[in-house]
């Protein structure tokens, strides 16, 4: 069963810095990787998808990378800002085709102003 | 275009009280999902709809919780007799189809709270 990691839990940064959120996930034989958003008390938005046969994607201030082989995801957010506080998760869709999704257990961030 | 729409966005009820959720997910869109997210973890699968057939109902606790989707759009997931440990986000989400690769896009959830 697949099982999915988010480090670390929570995360504080100033803000405008950089900053790395990693997701790993214990089968590599995943169709896709998707990193969402939540915030509290609102339901999941998805910010970024990277097919199994990409290496990268990006959004504005986001780019997300994926590495099949070594199971390692991360999520990459330039020039923080106090709006991105939130958390984030990923997750990868079942093996067996339903699409349905294993998560992680999301990293808190904060962005100090 | 509107979004999957959940109600109600929160409930208080006491522990073997009974207590249903409704969805309803963006228009056209054949599957149908509904996740509970526990404090301080993710999103767990409990039930997936394709139309009004179930995919995977396999994480369902099926003596306590029970979900249909009786005309392929609209669901409601019910919970008899609740549990304290039933206290949790419900989240609906919905996708075009169950392939894999097919983005779900998700509802504000309902907060449940058993006493």
């Known amino acids: 069963k697949q099982e999915v990691t988010q480090i670390p839990a929570a995360l504080s940064v100033p803000e405008g810095e950089n900053l790395v959120l990693n997701c790993s996930f214990t089968d590599s034989a995943i169709y896709n990787l998707q990193w969402f958003r939540q915030d509290p008390g609102k339901g999941l938005t998805s910010l970024l998808l990277?097919?199994?046969?990409?290496r990268e994607q990006t959004s504005g201030r986001l780019n997300a990378s994926l590495d099949k082989s070594s199971g390692r995801s991360t999520l990459y957010i330039a020039a923080s800002q106090p709006g991105d506080s939130a958390t984030y998760l990923c997750?990868?869709?079942?093996?067996?085709?339903?699409?349905?999704?294993?998560f992680g257990t999301g990293t808190r961030l904060t962005v100090i102003p | 275009e509107a979004g999957v729409a959940q109600s109600p966005r929160y409930k208080i009820i006491e522990k073997r009280q009974s207590v249903a959720f409704w969805c309803n997910p963006i228009?056209?869109?054949?599957?149908l999902y509904w996740y509970q997210q526990i404090l301080g973890q993710g999103p767990k699968l409990l039930i997936q709809?394709?139309?009004?057939?179930?995919?995977?109902d396999s994480q369902l606790p099926k003596d306590r919780f029970s979900a249909e989707r009786l005309k392929g759009v609209d669901s409601t997931l019910k919970i008899q007799p609740a549990k304290l440990e039933d206290s949790a986000v419900y989240l609906c989400?919905?996708?075009?189809?169950?392939?894999?690769?097919?983005?779900?896009?998700f509802g504000p959830g309902t907060r449940l709270l058993v006493l």
């Open positions: 709809f394709q139309n009004n057939g179930v995919v995977d």
């Open positions: 989400a919905s996708s075009l189809e169950w392939q894999n690769g097919e983005t779900q896009y």
């Open positions: 990277i097919q199994s046969s990409q």
């Open positions: 228009s056209g869109h054949a599957t």
């Open positions: 997750a990868v869709p079942d093996q067996t085709g339903a699409n349905n999704l294993f």
